[in-house]
């Protein structure tokens, strides 16, 4: 019987590796915007970047080497990372657990809706997903091992915070744990300080970027979470919050989560608590204050669905239901053209920001034959991005955002004295007073199942002065 869940499990974790292959092959959606900042980023190595640290580019620039500087390039990472991952669930689970449990939480894992996006789209949650699984593994009874596996521990976790900023909230997580189970003495051993010093010597680039360039990043983090900004009880988002996440995990799985935290209470598991409720509360706290993305509490689910795989080792009708539930809600992300059926305004699907891109590039390629020194524009950097990545000679793009402070600011300006092909969303002006000098070229219609989802507009702009001014 164990061969047996060790043969479905490999079979289930190879098949949807498969599919998502076959899906990111037939190429039906664009990158989304942040993928090809990411990619972009990828061809300006540095220490760090203005939102996240240095880790996405870093494995961009393998993957793409290997694959090529196109859509599979990028998006083999997010494959490569979730396959791993469940790989080290799987076997973790089956030396804590047992095989059985072991297999659901990979058949559960596999149908969220959550590790499906996280296995296609490469963002920087794909390696903050690849560290954490690792250090959540690797710090099981850690209060037993030798100093050389602590400063290990602070290494991944390093690595993690590298990855995203919210590797942090592993360190948040263990420090409950060790509190809670009366293992406090650990926080001010030798053991512990060496894998805190671990972390913040790895995490170092981060903080040098930071320093030379005064502190940006961490303001953006800041400004993200609105500290100090609005009203401190805002009920607004809450709801925006819990329906993130019953949309994420899939509803029926999302009631299941937070009945097996209980149920990891019940029955001791404290780990499994530990290392993922505390998580999900404190975003759930800070909906209260600010919005929350609904992707910000992922790397929680790790010990979530481990934890809700034991709770349905023998709920077999509520397992099933679980995973129809959530085939569902993958149907319609994969078919995400069926949303525009049943949409009103065609633009809220959230799969817009996958489409258009590479026909927008088309558009923009032609007119850039008629001007054939110009360079590429925009006060956009998720335009920006994806005309890089899109445009048949990825050539370097530029950002002119004089109100927001994006990676490009940080980066080389665009050329002086030549003509520039300027894209704005819908029939947005050319910010500043440039707009003077420029030409409306063309206004592209993104059209899916007949409706118009987005509008670009494009400029050309002649360039009398040495640089775009206010």
């Known amino acids: 019987m164990e061969r047996r869940y060790i043969y479905l499990s490999w079979l289930v974790i190879l098949l949807f590796s498969l599919f998502r292959l076959l899906y990111i092959l037939s190429c039906s959606i664009d990158l989304c915007p942040d993928e090809a900042q990411y990619w972009n980023w990828s061809r300006h190595l540095s220490i760090s970047y203005y939102t996240k640290g240095p880790l996405i580019a870093y ?45 659901i939480a990979v058949v559960i894992g596999e149908f969220l809706p959550i590790s499906n996006a996280g ?40 690595l993690g915070f590298l990855a995203k900023y919210s590797m942090y909230l ?35 680039p981060v903080f040098i970027w930071s320093f030379e360039h005064n502190f940006a990043n961490f303001s953006h983090l800041f400004h993200l979470t609105k500290i100090g900004e609005g009203e401190w009880l805002s009920f607004s988002s809450l709801g925006d919050y819990i329906g993130g996440q019953a949309g994420v995990l899939s509803p029926v799985f999302f009631i299941v989560y937070i009945i097996s935290m209980f149920f990891c209470l019940k029955k001791k598991l404290y780990y499994l608590f530990f290392f993922s409720f505390p998580v999900f509360l404190l975003f759930l706290i800070v909906s209260i204050h600010t919005s929350v993305y609904a992707n910000w509490p992922g790397c929680s689910y790790v010990a979530g669905i481990i934890a809700a795989a034991l709770y349905l080792k023998n709920k077999k009708k509520l397992l099933i239901l679980c995973i129809v539930v959530a085939f569902l809600f993958n149907f319609f992300a994969y078919g995400n053209n069926f949303l525009y059926i049943f949409l009103k ?31 590429v524009i925009s006060d956009n950097y998720k335009i920006s991005s994806e005309m890089a990545f899109y445009l048949k000679d990825q050539p370097q793009t530029f950002v002119f955002s004089p109100d927001k402070i994006t990676q490009y600011t940080f980066w080389e300006k665009h050329p002086e004295g030549k003509l520039a092909i300027f894209i704005t969303y819908d029939d947005d002006k050319v910010p500043g007073n440039f707009e003077k000098t420029c030409t409306e070229e063309k ?6 199942m007949n409706k118009t989802i987005r509008t670009f507009t494009i400029w050309s702009c002649k360039v009398d002065k040495k640089r775009f001014v206010l």
């Open 170 to 204: 592993f360190l948040f997580s263990f420090v409950l744990y060790l509190l809670f189970t009366k293992k406090g003495k650990i926080i001010v051993s030798n053991r512990f300080i060496l894998m805190l010093l671990a972390i913040i010597i790895v995490s170092m």
């Open 345 to 375: 305004n065609p633009k809220q699907n959230p799969a817009n920001r996958l489409k258009g891109w590479s026909e927008l590039a088309h558009e923009v390629d032609n007119i850039r034959k008629k001007y054939p020194q110009s360079f």
């Open 59 to 103: 494995f961009l620039k393998i993957t793409t080497a290997v694959f090529g500087n196109n859509v599979l390039g990028v998006r083999s990472l997010a494959l490569i990372i979730s396959t791993i991952s469940y790989i080290a669930i799987f076997y973790f689970t089956k030396k804590i657990f047992d095989t059985k449990i072991a297999f």
């Open 443 to 448: 206004t592209v219609n993104i059209i899916k």
């Open 119 to 158: 296995a296609i789209i490469s963002h920087v949650d794909a390696p903050l997903l690849l560290l954490w699984t690792f250090s959540f593994i690797y710090a099981y009874k850690m209060e037993n091992k030798k100093t050389v596996s602590w400063i290990f521990l602070g290494v991944l976790i390093g």
